[in-house]
């Protein structure tokens, strides 16, 4: 097999110690797409499956070393963004973006823990808009995301509105937070609604879905599919994780990203 078979992913995320959420999420999905994780760490957290207590930012120079090491040695074919930790991260990364402006991105707005803890204040929220969103290939907000990053949208087709005016692509709103029978992503673009997901709403509350829903999107990215099916395929990916999902501590349930991988028996 030629070395440049299997496309990477590169995704720059936080370390979660209860391997829910974070970079091992990112891992597991970007590998059962088919394709490399090349991990960049940003920050490690310490965290369960209840809350974060603590985040520690790496050192920005560390990050951009990471990085550029795996750039400029293999062939990388998505970027995913998920927890940054600091402003300072969020502008290395811009000048990452910059320098390869043909890869797509997909960015995961993170801005609190599933326990309440905000892990991305004003500041890092201004900076995300301004040098993140214009490289966005797919934005991927909950429904609360999405309202605290459009300050100016009375509702979530207003909110998708100005966040494709900051430069994104495609905006897909997850509706796993709205009190509705089903969960309705919509997915936004050309300055319209494009289609609407419905899923099942399942019993629990699940830890790192949305860190598997947009790793998933950039490793389909990565084998060649386009926005669209990346994003439908993604979502079918993410609801099997959750559905065949397990309860390991006190809190929500991990999303089971291999359940593939088990026979019908087991």
């Not at 597991?28 to 920050?43: D, H, K, L, R, W």
């Not at 087709?157 to 309705?184: P, R």
Request: glycine share 8%; aromatic share 6%.
């Amino acid at each position: 097999m030629s070395q440049y078979k299997i496309p990477v992913v590169m995704s720059f995320a936080g370390n979660d110690p209860s391997g829910g959420a974070g970079i091992q999420a990112d891992i597991e999905a970007i590998a059962s797409m088919g394709a490399q994780a090349a991990p960049v760490i940003t920050a490690l957290t310490v965290q369960d499956t209840q809350n974060v207590q603590r985040v520690v930012p790496v050192e920005p120079t560390l990050v951009v070393e990471q990085a550029r090491a795996v750039l400029e040695d293999m062939p990388v074919a998505a970027f995913k963004i998920g927890l940054t930790g600091s402003v300072e991260i969020i502008e290395v990364i811009h000048s990452i973006l910059h320098d390869y402006p043909d890869i797509p991105v997909v960015l995961d707005p993170i801005l609190r823990a599933g326990g309440g803890t905000h892990l991305s204040g004003e500041e890092m929220q201004s900076a995300m808009r301004e040098l993140l969103f214009p490289y966005a290939t797919v934005l991927t907000p909950n429904s609360e995301e999405a309202r605290a990053l459009a300050h100016e949208a009375d509702t979530l087709d207003a909110c998708a509105q100005e966040l494709l005016d900051g430069g994104c692509e495609l905006v897909l709103i997850t509706g796993s937070h709205e009190n509705s029978e089903t969960v309705d992503n919509r997915l936004y673009g050309n300055h319209r609604l494009l289609e609407t997901f419905s899923w099942d709403r399942l019993p629990h509350s699940y830890h790192g879905s949305g860190c598997t829903l947009a790793s998933s999107i950039a490793g389909l990215l990565a084998q060649g599919l386009e926005p669209f099916t990346a994003i439908h395929e993604a979502q079918e990916y993410t609801w099997e994780s959750l559905k065949h999902g397990f309860r390991l501590g006190l809190g929500q349930h991990h999303p089971n990203r291999l359940f593939w991988a088990r026979s019908e028996e087991e």
